[in-house]
């Protein structure tokens, strides 16, 4: 807080610390700032959420799978899979079916043949670029590493 100013005892008074502008405490004591902002959001985050989600979700896999060994035998369990098979093999047909009526004959329209221009060379002095698709890893590395030093590597341009 600066000395001039006429608040700093009513500041201080009311707050028990003294006042600073964000940008100056950023730049200053990054530092502190940190720190603060840590002190602040901690009464809002807890910290051993993720750890015990995780720990119940295990707990839930493990007594989900000894439920489904005690209730499921080798019989039922091939005929779910049977089931599922044949469902899906239903639904298959159905997609084949829906897919067969939506056809539509359009009469013999042709298009043209769609030709994709290519690129075009780069004029002559303009500046090459940082790296090419078209380059091995040891070319483009060895650009990238010339271009850090300012240097040009033969090829590429």
Request: charge should be negative.
């Amino acid at each position: 807080m600066k000395a001039t100013e006429r608040r700093a005892d009513k500041w201080r008074a009311a707050h028990g610390v003294d006042q600073t502008e964000i940008d100056a405490l950023a730049t200053l004591r990054p530092d502190v700032l940190g720190a603060i902002l840590r002190d602040a959001l901690d009464h809002y985050y807890d910290h051993t959420l993720a750890r015990r989600v995780t720990e119940a979700h295990l707990r839930w896999r493990e007594e989900a799978q000894v439920a489904l060994e005690a209730q499921l035998d080798p019989g039922l369990l091939d005929r779910i899979r049977g089931d599922a098979e044949e469902k899906l093999a239903d639904l298959e047909e159905q997609a084949a079916a829906i897919n067969d009526a939506l056809r539509i004959d359009v009469g013999g329209i042709e298009l043209p043949e769609f030709e994709a221009p290519t690129p075009a060379d780069r004029v002559y002095g303009s500046p090459s670029p940082l790296i090419d698709s078209a380059w091995g890893y040891a070319r483009a590395s060895r650009a990238l590493i010339a271009r850090k030093t300012y240097e040009h590597v033969e090829g590429d341009r």
